[in-house]
């Protein structure tokens, strides 16, 4: 009987913008590995998408939340999913990833040893465009499945696992555009200030579809860039977090980090036997600019807000 596991229902929220094409493989992946002991409840919550994002949803077994509106927010999603879910623990997921065998299990299994928040690793999947290898590899270094089980100061929000209780004890995902590419940062701050910690469990994998194209990789790396400074200094969720607390030093120093981050994240690949990254150098480095030239900007525009409040 369901009531005899410690979860007996889990709710996987995921926000959807467009995702016509790839929603109904990831509801189904996922509906694939309930059990008889463990409901999971789906909730596609829909962000004013204009294609069949609805319709394939509730065909593929989700249950359908729609935010109407004019879009663009997957913070506003993932707390509106998170507000109508019902089970425990609450995992978000983005509508490009799909899950691989064993993700559930993962979770529910480190959940089950204590652990609050669960962060999942992130695959590459066969197939994908030159560009969209580069975007993995670019952004998804520090929770690939290649690296080992952990406690780490932040997990980005693609592939998540929280206990229902502490998130709902926390301000939630920050529905600020100024931060809709860190929304997790702040809640995740909260609870380890409570005593929690993050811990990362590469089996819990999850394989992220990027975008292809080349200004789609540099429209990721301004928007992730833009918010850092402000939320990795608010939260000191980063690695070498110390550094965020000098604003000011590190809009300074952001074009020479462009080509120290280049190398960190080579590094990151290198260590672990996968080579191919170092073929996407001129790329990387594009990449890195572009992070830093919007860690400039909205850096600077984030401490005028400050001082003038």
Known sequence: MASESPFPKVSVIIPAHNEAECVARTVRAIKDQETETCAV???VVDDASTDDT???AKDAGANVIEMGGAGGNPAAARNRGASAAEGDPLIFLDADCQVADGWLHAFLEAH????TIVAGSLDL???LSFTAQCDYYFGWYMVHPHQSARHV???PAPNLSVRRDAFFATSRFEELPF???SEERAWQAELRNQGHRIYFEPHARALHYNRSGFWNLLKRSYRWGYASIRAKNESGTAQFAGLYQYP???IAMALPLAFVH???ILSRWVRVGIYRPLLMLPLLVASRLTYSVAMMIGGVRWLRHRNMT
Do not use: N, T, W
């Open 153 to 155: 100061p932040h997990s």
């Open 41 to 43: 409840e789906v909730i």
């Open 179 to 181: 931060s809709i590419a």
């Open 112 to 115: 089950k040893a204590g652990e």
């Open 54 to 56: 609805v319709r394939i």
């Open 248 to 250: 000011r030093l590190m």
């Open 262 to 264: 280049s190398a960190f």
């Open 125 to 127: 999947p066969e197939g």
